[in-house]
Protein backbone atom coordinates (compact mmCIF):
# COMPACT_ATOMS: atom_id res chain seq x y z
CA UNK A 1 0.00 0.00 0.00
CA UNK A 2 1.16 3.49 -1.28
CA UNK A 3 1.70 6.04 1.19
CA UNK A 4 -1.60 7.70 -0.64
CA UNK A 5 -3.57 4.83 0.02
CA UNK A 6 -2.83 5.57 3.81
CA UNK A 7 -6.22 4.99 5.79
CA UNK A 8 -7.97 5.73 2.39
CA UNK A 9 -11.96 4.80 2.59
CA UNK A 10 -12.48 5.30 -1.14
CA UNK A 11 -15.31 2.50 -2.00
CA UNK A 12 -17.07 2.94 1.75
CA UNK A 13 -20.27 4.01 2.74
CA UNK A 14 -20.36 6.11 6.16
CA UNK A 15 -23.09 7.46 7.74
CA UNK A 16 -23.18 10.15 10.45
CA UNK A 17 -25.40 10.71 12.68
CA UNK A 18 -26.01 14.51 14.07
CA UNK A 19 -23.50 16.21 10.76
CA UNK A 20 -25.48 18.64 10.62
CA UNK A 21 -22.94 20.59 12.04
CA UNK A 22 -20.21 21.16 14.39
CA UNK A 23 -18.56 17.99 15.25
CA UNK A 24 -20.57 15.81 13.22
CA UNK A 25 -20.23 17.49 10.04
CA UNK A 26 -16.57 18.50 10.47
CA UNK A 27 -16.14 14.33 10.93
CA UNK A 28 -18.32 13.98 7.80
CA UNK A 29 -15.86 16.42 5.74
CA UNK A 30 -12.89 14.12 6.82
CA UNK A 31 -14.67 10.94 5.77
CA UNK A 32 -15.40 12.21 2.59
CA UNK A 33 -12.33 13.83 1.79
CA UNK A 34 -10.34 10.76 2.71
CA UNK A 35 -12.95 9.14 0.02
CA UNK A 36 -16.19 7.91 1.67
CA UNK A 37 -19.66 8.64 0.26
CA UNK A 38 -21.20 10.55 3.05
CA UNK A 39 -24.34 10.12 4.52
CA UNK A 40 -25.45 12.96 6.81
CA UNK A 41 -28.67 12.18 9.58
CA UNK A 42 -29.89 14.70 11.47
CA UNK A 43 -33.37 16.15 13.22
CA UNK A 44 -32.46 19.15 11.02
CA UNK A 45 -32.94 18.26 7.25
CA UNK A 46 -31.51 21.84 6.40
CA UNK A 47 -28.79 21.60 7.81
CA UNK A 48 -28.28 17.76 7.17
CA UNK A 49 -28.35 18.85 2.95
CA UNK A 50 -26.35 21.73 3.41
CA UNK A 51 -23.28 19.84 4.74
CA UNK A 52 -24.09 17.11 2.47
CA UNK A 53 -24.55 18.93 -0.61
CA UNK A 54 -20.67 20.43 -1.54
CA UNK A 55 -19.10 16.67 -0.41
CA UNK A 56 -21.84 15.36 -3.15
CA UNK A 57 -23.40 13.27 0.15
CA UNK A 58 -26.89 12.70 1.01
CA UNK A 59 -28.80 14.92 3.70
CA UNK A 60 -31.68 13.29 5.15
CA UNK A 61 -33.96 13.97 8.16
CA UNK A 62 -33.76 11.25 11.16
CA UNK A 63 -35.53 11.24 14.75
CA UNK A 64 -32.29 8.26 15.90
CA UNK A 65 -34.86 7.80 19.04
CA UNK A 66 -37.32 6.39 16.59
CA UNK A 67 -36.84 3.00 15.46
CA UNK A 68 -39.20 3.67 12.48
CA UNK A 69 -37.26 6.44 11.71
CA UNK A 70 -34.00 4.57 11.69
CA UNK A 71 -35.28 2.31 9.27
CA UNK A 72 -36.47 4.76 6.96
CA UNK A 73 -33.31 6.52 6.59
CA UNK A 74 -31.06 4.02 6.29
CA UNK A 75 -33.37 2.05 3.95
CA UNK A 76 -32.77 5.60 1.67
CA UNK A 77 -29.04 5.80 2.03
CA UNK A 78 -29.07 1.73 0.76
CA UNK A 79 -30.99 2.52 -2.18
CA UNK A 80 -28.93 5.44 -3.13
CA UNK A 81 -25.25 4.40 -2.20
CA UNK A 82 -25.79 0.79 -1.41
CA UNK A 83 -24.58 -1.08 1.62
CA UNK A 84 -23.03 0.59 4.74
CA UNK A 85 -19.53 0.13 5.83
CA UNK A 86 -19.23 2.92 8.20
CA UNK A 87 -21.33 3.98 10.93
CA UNK A 88 -20.57 7.23 13.19
CA UNK A 89 -23.19 7.97 16.07
CA UNK A 90 -22.84 11.37 16.67
CA UNK A 91 -26.06 12.30 17.65
CA UNK A 92 -26.75 13.53 21.27
CA UNK A 93 -27.91 16.30 23.81
CA UNK A 94 -26.80 17.63 27.00
CA UNK A 95 -30.42 18.15 28.71
CA UNK A 96 -31.37 20.42 31.38
CA UNK A 97 -28.31 21.28 33.44
CA UNK A 98 -29.59 21.14 37.11
CA UNK A 99 -29.00 19.11 39.94
CA UNK A 100 -30.81 15.81 40.58
CA UNK A 101 -33.10 16.59 42.97
CA UNK A 102 -34.73 19.71 40.41
CA UNK A 103 -34.58 17.10 37.89
CA UNK A 104 -38.01 15.44 36.17
CA UNK A 105 -38.83 12.25 34.93
CA UNK A 106 -38.66 13.44 31.19
CA UNK A 107 -35.54 15.02 31.44
CA UNK A 108 -34.16 11.45 31.66
CA UNK A 109 -36.31 10.35 29.54
CA UNK A 110 -35.72 13.04 26.46
CA UNK A 111 -31.49 12.32 26.83
CA UNK A 112 -31.77 8.92 27.32
CA UNK A 113 -33.80 8.95 23.87
CA UNK A 114 -31.34 10.28 22.15
CA UNK A 115 -27.82 9.20 23.57
CA UNK A 116 -28.51 5.94 24.53
CA UNK A 117 -32.20 5.20 22.17
CA UNK A 118 -30.81 6.73 19.42
CA UNK A 119 -27.14 4.71 19.79
CA UNK A 120 -28.60 1.34 20.33
CA UNK A 121 -31.00 1.62 17.35
CA UNK A 122 -28.76 2.61 14.85
CA UNK A 123 -26.29 -0.27 15.78
CA UNK A 124 -29.13 -2.68 15.27
CA UNK A 125 -30.18 -1.73 12.19
CA UNK A 126 -26.35 -1.72 10.33
CA UNK A 127 -24.88 -4.46 12.26
CA UNK A 128 -26.73 -6.98 11.02
CA UNK A 129 -25.83 -6.19 7.10
CA UNK A 130 -21.70 -6.03 8.31
CA UNK A 131 -22.04 -9.73 9.78
CA UNK A 132 -23.50 -10.44 6.55
CA UNK A 133 -20.80 -9.38 4.41
CA UNK A 134 -18.07 -9.72 7.06
CA UNK A 135 -16.89 -6.23 7.64
CA UNK A 136 -17.71 -2.92 9.05
CA UNK A 137 -16.54 0.15 11.70
CA UNK A 138 -18.69 1.70 14.24
CA UNK A 139 -17.48 4.70 16.30
CA UNK A 140 -20.14 6.07 19.10
CA UNK A 141 -19.18 9.41 20.07
CA UNK A 142 -19.27 9.02 23.83
CA UNK A 143 -18.00 12.12 26.32
CA UNK A 144 -15.38 12.71 29.29
CA UNK A 145 -18.61 13.11 31.37
CA UNK A 146 -19.21 9.50 30.99
CA UNK A 147 -15.73 8.60 32.46
CA UNK A 148 -16.10 10.87 35.55
CA UNK A 149 -19.46 12.33 35.63
CA UNK A 150 -20.52 15.73 35.42
CA UNK A 151 -22.41 17.17 38.35
CA UNK A 152 -25.28 18.66 37.19
CA UNK A 153 -25.36 16.76 34.25
CA UNK A 154 -26.59 13.37 35.74
CA UNK A 155 -29.14 11.87 32.57
CA UNK A 156 -25.96 13.17 29.77
CA UNK A 157 -23.26 11.98 32.07
CA UNK A 158 -25.41 8.16 32.53
CA UNK A 159 -25.94 7.96 29.21
CA UNK A 160 -22.52 8.83 27.58
CA UNK A 161 -21.49 5.91 30.43
CA UNK A 162 -23.82 3.45 29.04
CA UNK A 163 -22.75 4.20 25.54
CA UNK A 164 -19.07 3.24 26.63
CA UNK A 165 -20.83 0.12 28.02
CA UNK A 166 -22.80 -0.69 25.03
CA UNK A 167 -19.92 -0.04 22.97
CA UNK A 168 -17.73 -2.78 24.48
CA UNK A 169 -20.26 -4.85 24.96
CA UNK A 170 -21.53 -5.23 20.74
CA UNK A 171 -17.53 -5.42 19.70
CA UNK A 172 -17.25 -8.71 21.82
CA UNK A 173 -20.48 -9.73 20.25
CA UNK A 174 -19.22 -9.23 16.60
CA UNK A 175 -15.09 -10.12 17.55
CA UNK A 176 -14.38 -12.95 15.50
CA UNK A 177 -16.88 -12.70 12.57
CA UNK A 178 -15.06 -11.00 10.60
CA UNK A 179 -13.55 -7.90 10.41
CA UNK A 180 -15.71 -5.20 12.19
CA UNK A 181 -14.85 -3.12 15.17
CA UNK A 182 -16.65 -1.17 17.54
CA UNK A 183 -15.17 1.81 19.13
CA UNK A 184 -16.60 4.88 21.29
CA UNK A 185 -14.23 7.94 21.59
CA UNK A 186 -14.75 10.59 24.96
CA UNK A 187 -14.11 14.14 24.22
CA UNK A 188 -13.89 16.78 26.65
CA UNK A 189 -14.72 20.33 25.66
CA UNK A 190 -14.28 21.02 22.18
CA UNK A 191 -14.24 24.61 20.45
CA UNK A 192 -17.67 25.32 18.98
CA UNK A 193 -20.07 27.91 18.64
CA UNK A 194 -22.05 26.74 21.57
CA UNK A 195 -19.01 27.97 23.72
CA UNK A 196 -20.26 31.61 22.81
CA UNK A 197 -23.00 31.03 24.75
CA UNK A 198 -20.89 29.54 27.90
CA UNK A 199 -20.15 32.44 30.25
CA UNK A 200 -16.21 32.70 30.34
CA UNK A 201 -15.44 31.97 33.37
CA UNK A 202 -17.39 28.18 32.66
CA UNK A 203 -15.00 27.84 29.78
CA UNK A 204 -12.49 29.16 32.09
CA UNK A 205 -13.06 26.15 34.85
CA UNK A 206 -13.39 23.18 32.32
CA UNK A 207 -10.10 24.27 30.36
CA UNK A 208 -8.82 24.15 33.99
CA UNK A 209 -9.19 20.97 34.50
CA UNK A 210 -7.47 20.21 31.13
CA UNK A 211 -3.66 19.61 31.49
CA UNK A 212 -3.04 20.79 27.56
CA UNK A 213 -4.63 24.25 28.92
CA UNK A 214 -7.12 24.48 25.82
CA UNK A 215 -10.18 23.53 24.86
CA UNK A 216 -10.29 20.35 21.95
CA UNK A 217 -10.89 21.44 18.11
CA UNK A 218 -13.24 19.66 15.55
CA UNK A 219 -10.62 18.49 12.99
CA UNK A 220 -8.47 16.64 15.96
CA UNK A 221 -12.13 14.73 16.74
CA UNK A 222 -12.35 14.04 13.05
CA UNK A 223 -8.93 12.53 12.67
CA UNK A 224 -9.37 10.63 15.47
CA UNK A 225 -12.34 8.73 13.97
CA UNK A 226 -11.10 8.77 10.41
CA UNK A 227 -8.54 6.38 12.11
CA UNK A 228 -10.84 4.20 13.35
CA UNK A 229 -13.11 3.67 10.61
CA UNK A 230 -10.17 2.93 8.31
CA UNK A 231 -9.05 -0.58 7.47
CA UNK A 232 -5.82 -0.39 8.84
CA UNK A 233 -7.88 0.31 12.61
CA UNK A 234 -8.65 -3.64 12.14
CA UNK A 235 -7.16 -4.88 15.51
CA UNK A 236 -8.35 -2.09 17.92
CA UNK A 237 -11.84 -2.43 19.09
CA UNK A 238 -13.78 -2.71 21.85
CA UNK A 239 -12.09 0.39 23.42
CA UNK A 240 -12.76 3.88 24.40
CA UNK A 241 -10.27 6.71 23.20
CA UNK A 242 -9.93 9.45 25.44
CA UNK A 243 -9.44 12.79 23.30
CA UNK A 244 -9.62 15.62 26.20
CA UNK A 245 -6.08 16.77 26.16
CA UNK A 246 -5.19 14.59 28.98
CA UNK A 247 -7.82 14.86 31.23
CA UNK A 248 -8.57 11.35 31.60
CA UNK A 249 -6.38 8.58 30.11
CA UNK A 250 -8.62 5.66 31.02
Known amino acids: MGENQFFSLQGQVAVVTGGGQEIGAG ?11 VAILDLNEANARAVAGPLGGLGLRCDVSSAAEVERALGEVGREFGGIQILVNNA ?3 GKTAPL ?18 VFLMCRAVIRH ?3 RGYGRIVNVASIAGKEGNPTLIPYSSTKAAVIALTKALAKEVAGKGDITVNSISPAVVRTKILDTIPQSTIDYMVS ?11 EVAALVHYLVSREASF ?3 QCYDISGGRATY
Not at 27 to 37: E, H
Open 130 to 132: MLE
Open 209 to 219: RIPMGRTGKIE
Open 92 to 94: GIA
Open 101 to 118: WELEERDLDQVYAVNLKG
Open 236 to 238: TTG
Open 27 to 37: IARRLSAAGAR
